[in-house]
């Protein structure tokens, strides 16, 4: 499968793990569509995002700090994104207000529907919950090794070898 789609400037990396960005387009396929992108930028570069206006999302700073929109995010900090007064897409301009400023945006099509959880299962009622248990002892989750190759992205260190198949 290919490798993540990316862009890469003397001034920023940006790469494309689902949705898209900057005209590159994830070959992920999900079920809700959601974006989710990792930035790599220098001190003062600015990188735009458009997502859709009613998506939910939050960007949050692995390291240094990045100025979204007016706010000012900083390393180990989330920063939510404020619901658009308009519909189709909207911009999101970032800018590094360090050297080597790591970040990712998340933002997805909200479900609108309540949500629960238990333990490492989310589900929309409990009872989905209690089925999620079930099939877990009973050993019914699929696993990774099982899914279709086109479902699977391999990675690769910097020996070549296989970390993810």
């Not at 089925?131 to 910097?158: A, C, V, W």
């Amino acid at each position: 499968m290919e490798d993540v789609p990316k862009i890469k400037t003397d001034t920023y990396e940006i790469r494309v793990y689902s949705g898209s960005s900057n005209g590159l387009i994830s070959p992920l396929k999900n079920h809700t569509p959601f974006t989710l992108v990792d930035f790599r930028l220098d001190n003062r570069a600015v990188v735009s995002q458009e997502i859709p206006s009613h998506y939910n999302g939050l960007v949050y700073v692995l390291k240094g700090s990045v100025k979204a929109g007016d706010k000012i995010i900083n390393a180990e900090q989330a920063g939510w994104l404020d619901k658009a007064t308009e519909d189709g897409d909207t911009e999101i301009q970032f800018e590094a207000l360090e050297n080597d400023t790591h970040f990712v945006l998340y933002a997805g099509q909200p479900h609108n529907v309540p949500v629960v959880h238990h333990g490492p299962f989310v589900a929309d009622t409990m009872e989905d919950i209690a089925q999620m248990y079930r099939d877990f002892r009973q050993g019914k989750f699929p696993h990774l090794n099982d899914l279709p190759s086109e479902q699977k992205i391999t990675s690769f260190s910097e020996s070549r070898k296989p970390i993810i198949n």
